[in-house]
């Protein structure tokens, strides 16, 4: 299907980002995170499948995945993985130290220098301040200008603190910014005691009145800027259909629309709890034609109306599946 944007006035562009982000912190799980992307792919906007999008990222982790006293061989490996042809999709990120750390300059200065056309995004742990993503944003720019490069890398940042908690909206709406990922298991780690530490996993990452306020807080603050929020990890890696449970709540109840992966078994139920079901496509496309068909008017379906106020939410549907929209 191929179809101009609908004259719906008001329709919100989202980061066009895979709805699964599998992380990997050494050479062996990074190679076979590389070979899962072909398997998932999405053809939207694309004339050919060899020209699709995977519907997974994969983020080379230097923080908390990753060995410690390895750090400039690991940021050496990891420029060679992003120069390799296994990266047949450009959809690599790389999650650097957290802006306090002694090694966060060195990780973007080589990072940077060595493969700053190849990295798609720059994730940020335990961000406590606009001030630090800030000083991030400028160390990036400047190693860019130095390399001779002029794209802007976008920025993700992990929500893993109180204090990011409280300027939210601020962080949203920095331009760079692409989207607010919840580290669910250093943020309760920072609150002393006062949350159980099965509020790390289900069902008390989402029923816990606290934690479901952060949830909330972190998905509102993303839409609002146009940016998308990003669910945490599964820690059950035995049982990927906990993966799926978490997915399809997270989406569902709180509206995040991206979430981590940890286990290669976790990407098919991550993806088909954080992407619209067939019948749901089905709806979306039957209103959406049924809508182009009467010049974006009232139309009835099944007995129930809809005007463009309902079609923008269906249109919505269709663009987040990957899927092409009209024919």
């Known amino acids: 299907m ?29 190679l076979k995170a590389f070979g899962l992307q072909g398997r998932y792919l999405s053809s939207q906007g694309c004339s050919l499948p060899s020209q ?21 061989l690991l940021r ?3 420029v060679t993985m992003l120069h390799s042809s296994q990266n047949a999709f450009g959809q690599v990120g790389v999650r650097i130290h957290a802006p306090n750390s002694s090694e966060v300059t060195r990780d973007i200065e080589l ?66 910014v692409e989207s607010l990922d919840l580290g669910l298991m250093d943020f309760i780690s920072q609150l ?10 289900s069902p008390g990452q989402f029923d816990h009145k606290l934690i479901s306020s952060i949830n909330s807080q972190i998905v509102l603050a993303a839409l609002g800027a146009n940016k998308v929020a990003n669910h945490n990890v599964t ?33 098919d139920p991550i993806i088909r709890g954080m992407t619209p079901s067939h019948q749901e496509l089905e709806h979306a496309r039957e209103i959406i034609t049924a809508a182009a068909a009467a010049n974006w008017g009232p139309i009835q379906i099944d007995g129930k109306l809809h005007d463009r106020a309902s079609f923008r939410y269906f249109w919505g549907v269709l663009q987040r599946s990957g899927e092409p929209l009209l024919k």
């Open 192 to 201: 002393g005691g006062a949350v159980p530490a099965e509020c790390m996993r």
């Open 235 to 267: 820690i059950d890696v035995r049982d990927p259909e906990q993966a799926y449970a978490d997915a399809y709540r997270a989406r569902h109840e709180f509206g995040f629309l991206r979430m981590w992966s940890i286990h290669p078994e976790q990407i």
């Open 52 to 72: 699709g999008r995977s519907l997974v990222d994969v983020t080379l982790d230097l923080e908390d995945g990753a060995p410690i006293g390895q750090e400039d």
């Open 111 to 176: 990072l940077i220098s060595g493969a700053g056309a190849r990295i798609s995004y720059i994730t940020i742990p335990k961000v406590r301040s606009v001030r630090e993503v800030l000083w991030i944003a400028g160390l990036i720019e400047h190693y860019m200008k130095n390399a001779g490069l002029s794209r802007t890398i976008p920025l993700h940042l992990l929500i893993e603190t109180p204090e990011a908690l409280a300027v939210l909206p601020h962080l949203a709406a920095l331009p760079q």
């Open 2 to 30: 191929c179809m101009h944007t609908p004259p719906l006035e008001i329709i919100h562009s989202l980061p066009n980002i895979a709805p699964c982000e599998h992380i990997a912190g050494n050479e062996k799980f990074a």
């Open 76 to 78: 050496k490996l990891f």
